[in-house]
């Protein structure tokens, strides 16, 4: 699900770039918050970030004693992306093994989906190895997978979701090829 949410952050210049010019320092902050934006990938309670839509406020810059750093407190708001339990979303199969499939959702890249919950699917070994049903639908890389997420785990080292989904439902399945 994508979110639209308002966050405070801090924003620290070094002192080299501090300029006399108040439209420099504004363009200094908005380069030095996409930079801190991209680099923190995702959060725990609000997923991965993914677009800053609006710079709401610049708040007056304090200097650090020890750097002459100046910190500026700003607000934006931002799109970010996250899985939630009982949400049916669409994914692409990027690798088929025995047990299952693995399928990318947007930013989330570690989505499995077991054989287990496949319900009428068997594995077919082989070079390009997919999963079949009995009505010969097909689970194979670069497919489009519609399904229903059963858990998420947040992974704090990587900064990243792993989720598990199931096709046991209405409407779930294989929908078309890339």
Sequence with gaps: MYLKVQLPWNVIIPAENLDAKGLMLQRSIIV???????????????????AVTTLESIGEGRVRQHTGDVLFPVVFSCITFKLFRGEILEGVVHKVLK????????PVENIYLSYLKMPDYRYVPG???VFLSDKLSKIE???????IVIGTKWLEVEREFQA???LEGDYLGPISQC
């Design 32 to 50: 030095r918050l996409m930079e801190n934006f991209a680099t923190r990938k995702a959060t725990k309670d609000l997923g991965y970030f993914l």
């Design 127 to 129: 070079e390009n190895p």
């Design 141 to 147: 890389k670069e497919v489009v997978i519609r399904f």
């Design 164 to 166: 598990l989904v199931s």
């Design 99 to 106: 047990h299952g499939v693995f399928l990318r959702c947007g």
